[in-house]
T-cell receptor, first 113, second 113 residues
């Protein structure tokens, strides 16, 4: 079955710098790739997603890149702020929708002043 | 708009007990998911319903875990009998359709003694 590997387990950045989290997946049929943020003691909060018909999507300070050939996708956070500190999870849906998500193991992002 | 609600938020059970966790999806959503989150295993699928029909279940959870959708706006997850290894956060999520964003509830934190 599909496996999603999240390459960075922790990421420490200075406020104002950029952060990049990388994920790879195994199933070429995967077509939907969301990202979730989990703050301490809270549940998962959707932040951004990308579908396989595009290779880039931006929402304010967040950009997701998708490289289908390499089966790799990444989350870029620019101008980081302390409130960006959280655990970020990447995920993949192994079909054209209608399937549960397979999650990566999470990246703890710490933004220091 | 009310998001996904889960009750109880915390549950403590003795080994061997039966517990029932409850979830109400976002009104109008057709897909409902149960996931389990632990530090070691990460996020794992327990069950996925579409329009009240079971579409997927996590193979490792079949014997003691049973999720049901009694109607389109209410789901339960029964664990019977509980074991200490079931201690985890149980997350419910819903989406409009299988191709849409999944929104997560606050979770139920279960501790089995």
């Amino acid at each position: 079955g599909e496996k999603v590997e999240q390459h960075e387990s922790t990421l420490s950045v200075r406020e104002g710098d950029s952060a990049v989290i990388n994920c790879t997946y195994t199933d070429t049929a995967s077509s939907y790739f969301p990202w979730y943020k989990q703050e301490a003691g809270k549940s998962l909060h959707f932040v951004i997603d990308i579908r396989s018909n595009v290779d880039r999507k931006q929402s304010q300070r967040l950009t997701v890149l998708l490289d289908k050939k390499a089966k790799r996708f990444s989350l870029h956070i620019t101008a980081t702020q302390p409130e960006d500190s959280a655990i970020y999870f990447c995920a993949a849906s192994p079909h054209q929708g209608g399937r549960a998500l397979i999650f990566g193991t999470g990246t703890t992002v710490s933004v220091s002043p | 708009d009310a998001g996904v609600t889960q009750t109880p938020r915390h549950e403590v059970a003795e080994k061997g007990q039966t517990i029932i966790l409850k979830c109400e999806p976002v009104s109008g959503h057709n897909d409902l998911f149960w996931y389990r989150q632990t530090k070691i295993q990460g996020l794992e699928l327990l069950s996925y319903f579409r329009s009240k029909s079971l579409m997927e279940d996590g193979g490792a959870f079949k014997d003691r875990f049973k999720a049901e959708m009694l109607n389109s706006s209410f789901s339960t997850l029964k664990i019977q009998p509980t074991e200490p290894k079931d201690s985890a956060v149980y997350l419910c999520a819903s989406s409009l359709t299988g191709r849409d964003t999944q929104y997560f509830g606050p979770g139920t934190r279960l501790l089995v003694l």
